[in-house]
């Protein structure tokens, strides 16, 4: 197995654990080379609320490119948006293990910036 991906599995494992002991919305980040995608999972994470990813036909059509930070913080502003409009305003930050960097960084601040509070 490759090695970053041992680590990336324990750091979202080690997050998991702390979260599972707090209820409260998670919005959840996975990214790949191409894509990046979102989405808000209820308190005991049985149920997705909302998702966004740069996959939908709508958000592809605007984008020319789907794996840089300007198309991460363009989901960052439709997850927030869509949250806000089914009445959920503060969630946590679930990176899955990811660094906090890059286009992770960008959706999280485009989140922020557009209602979300984590």
Do not use: P
């Amino acid at each position: 197995m490759n090695m970053k991906l041992i680590a990336r599995t324990k750091r979202a494992a080690r997050f998991r654990s702390k979260l599972k002991r707090r209820d409260i919305y998670c919005l959840t980040v996975h990214r790949t080379s191409r894509h990046i995608y979102a989405q808000v999972t209820s308190m005991g994470g049985s149920k997705t609320l909302m998702c966004a990813s740069t996959t939908e036909k709508k958000i592809r059509k605007e984008l020319m490119n789907t794996g840089n930070k300007r198309s991460a913080s363009m989901i960052g502003q439709v997850i927030a948006r869509r949250c806000i409009t089914i009445g959920i305003k503060k969630v946590c930050f679930d990176r899955s293990g990811f660094k906090y960097h890059g286009r992770v960084l960008s959706l999280a601040e485009s989140a922020r910036s557009n209602g979300l509070e984590f």
